[in-house]
């Protein structure tokens, strides 16, 4: 399912326009967003969590040469799928 279709299941569920249905999925990505930036989790009660996750530095290994690089720390979002959610399938 792309955006375009996500966004016509949630008027078409939601009983209101296209655009508005955008809006509301655009509003919700950028409060995801945004709480993610801010160092926050983001709970959905019955769906999961997003979350900001921290990768350490580490040594890697260029594939091409073999020559052991440093990769740097970084942080990554991730999602985690809520019990009930998972218990649905």
Not at 2 to 22: F, P, Q, W
Not at 25 to 39: E, N, Y
Not at 49 to 64: L, V
Request: aromatic share 8%.
């Amino acid at each position: 399912m792309n955006k375009k279709e996500l966004v016509r299941a949630i008027a078409n569920d939601a009983g209101i326009t296209l655009k508005d249905a955008s809006v509301a999925l655009d509003s919700f990505v950028a409060a995801v967003t945004d709480g993610l930036k801010k160092g926050e989790k983001v709970q959905i009660s019955g769906f999961g969590t997003f979350e900001i996750k921290s990768k350490p530095a580490r040594e890697g290994i260029n594939p091409r040469t073999g020559a052991k690089i440093k990769i740097a720390a970084s942080k990554i979002p991730s999602f985690k799928f809520g019990k009930a959610y998972k218990d649905s399938f």
